[in-house]
């Protein structure tokens, strides 16, 4: 199958490109499409290839600015990752009902969303970038982090810290009765980010 404007993935990049534009009317520029897990690594290495402006349609006008990062790269480098590698230990030791691994899940998904954010604004985006519509930035690999962050509390957080710069993240998982499901589990609507409908599956990126 080529792609076409049919193609959720086409589709996502599309909106991208059109809310770097400046499309008005939207509350934020963030986009957000499920993508069948299995092929979740490779979309993103599309996509970082078509913010490289190769090979990819469709074409990166000369006034927008694509930006991947990695979020399984950030991980290591949050405050609540490393506290909970050096807690490893302590926690198993700990008594009480809550396991070792409970106890770290419910951690990471107080924090690690803010954190991740934290580590973007601080680190990956310039305060130019981070005014500015016409820069996109590629959430990507969320699905390395499951079950520790989702889409909707990244955006929340973003939206929280007023980041202008157009957002879009594929993650894995599929759309269910109009309402994105994460890896299967409870779905939602993703308010307030533009949802891709389909689900990108492999037979998009050929």
Not at 15 to 40: M, S, W, Y
Not at 80 to 86: F, P, S, T
């Amino acid at each position: 199958m080529s792609q076409t404007s049919s193609s959720p993935y086409r589709e996502f990049k599309e909106k991208l490109r059109t809310f770097a534009q400046g499309q008005h009317g939207i509350r934020n520029p963030f986009v957000i499409a499920a993508v069948d897990p299995a092929v979740e690594h490779r979309v993103a290495d599309r996509l970082a290839t078509w913010s490289d402006g190769r090979k990819e349609a469709p074409e990166i006008p000369d006034n927008v600015t694509v930006q991947p990062i990695w979020l399984d790269e950030l991980l290591p480098r949050t405050d609540v990752y490393k506290l909970l590698v050096d807690l490893g230990e302590p926690l198993a030791e700990l008594e009480g009902d809550t396991s070792p691994g409970e106890r770290i899940e419910e951690t990471m998904q107080d924090r690690l969303a803010e954190e991740l954010v934290q580590q973007m604004i601080e680190h990956e985006l310039s305060e130019a970038q981070l005014e500015t519509q016409s820069h996109v930035v590629l959430l990507l690999n969320l699905g390395s982090l499951y079950p520790f962050t989702r889409a909707s509390e990244l955006l929340d957080e973003l939206d929280r810290r007023n980041v202008k710069s157009t957002i879009g993240i594929p993650f894995p998982g599929d759309v269910v009765g109009g309402k994105l499901s994460f890896f299967g589990g409870e779905s939602r609507h993703y308010y307030p980010a533009h949802q891709i409908d389909g689900q990108i599956q492999g037979v998009h990126l050929q």
